[in-house]
């Protein structure tokens, strides 16, 4: 879809003279403090990043490209008056910065469609690798092993300006995209149906085909699947995957390494893997009270041992957010309208309740409130994807949405190689007007 590219340069490279004025013009206006304590708590709040795709707000969350969630769920075109928003939009919208007309979401999905085709040879590594690995192992190798394709890659190998890194990067994103589905879902059915494959079908949407490669071919479940990849695709620049792909892609790493190398990020438990903690965690908790439908008395109990053990609530807090995540709240609308009566649900529904507090009374959380992982789980075991060692794939296919949005957007800025500082603990002392311990 030539067009939707061309629009895309028309509207970006307007962005890139702004980024160059100000580069230029305002190069050494002080813009932050930096504390010892943002340092010491992982780089909080230290403005580092140009991301343009969305923004993430402490108390009113994410927006895309200014639209909170709701505003996608009625402004975004989809296939149906009661359905869910098409993320194929919401990729549009992050890129171009406009709400697309229905026609141009359509043309994305046919688009995708066509650049669908996924090598053997990322079959053949996928198949290497022995069953019982993660899922987030095998997409991440498997998405590494689809490099052989990058067209960036070629082109900056023959010599391309770079001026026109942009141009290669768009199209190894829009393959990459495009495949995600196809590797995601061929993952699930050798890991939990035997190998027993079902083959894309060219006229779906790009989530609806991922439910039916998955062999999940309901309505319902493409109906979750849409809302589902919206809401994961972006939550601004500074978090873990995001983070990564962008830095990776600095070293004009091509897209798949990238990508890849922000997969790995997602795959841990404070970041991605939270979506599995939180159904394993519940499970854990159900077999241990050898009860389906536990009290509330027995939930803050077990909420408070999990707290004494040294562990995390899964689901519950954020490095930004000080409230409700509105990615929680989109999953509990849903299931509220959809779901009549389910234990996993109403157990979620219990946590909500009962952990705030008891996460506030520790005097060290900072944000008591559940995450977006924290209802995911138990919507999609519900509507019988119950396989929850692989859910931080669903994940990672809706981040690559975001992500390599803005990595195009890096390409077209011709962001330089990140390099941050580093010291030794000894200059921190220094800085802090002390004399440090001798070693340290
Ligand atoms: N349960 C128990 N302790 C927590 C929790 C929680 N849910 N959240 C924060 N804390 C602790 C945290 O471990 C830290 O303890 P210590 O001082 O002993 O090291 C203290 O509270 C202060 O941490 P914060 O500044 O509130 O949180 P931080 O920004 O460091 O971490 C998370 C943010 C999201 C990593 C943290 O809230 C967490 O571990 N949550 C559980 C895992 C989770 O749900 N992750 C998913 C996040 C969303 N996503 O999809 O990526
Ligand atoms: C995310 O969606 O990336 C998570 O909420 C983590 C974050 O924003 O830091």
Redesign the pocket.
Known sequence: MEYIKNRFYQKASKCVSEYQRIKNEHGDKVIANVTIGQVM??M?GVPSLITDTSKLDPTTGIRFRGYTIPELREKLPRLSPDGEPLPEGLFYLMLIGEIPERDDVLNISKDLATRAHVPQHVFDVIDAIPKNSRPMTQFSAAILSMATDSIFQKAYRAGVHKKYYWDTTYEDVMNLIARLPRIAAYIYRRQFFNDEHIEPDPRLDWAGNLAHMMGHDSEEVKRLLRLYMVIHADHEGG?VSAHTTHLVGSALSNPYYAYAAGMLGLAG????Y??Q?VINWIFAMLQELDTENPTEEQIIAYTKRT?DEGR????????VLRQTDPRFTAQQEFAKKYVKDDKLINIVNTLHRVVPPI?EA?G????PWP???AYSGSLLYYYGVQEHSFYTVLFGVSRALGVLASLVMDRLYGLPIERPSSYPLKWYHEKAGEQGPSGC
């Open positions: 708590t992982g909080k978090n438990p404070l970041h991605g939270a979506n903690e707290l995390v609530i899964p689901g519950y807090g954020h490095a996460l520790t060290k959380v900072k944000n995450n977006v992982d």
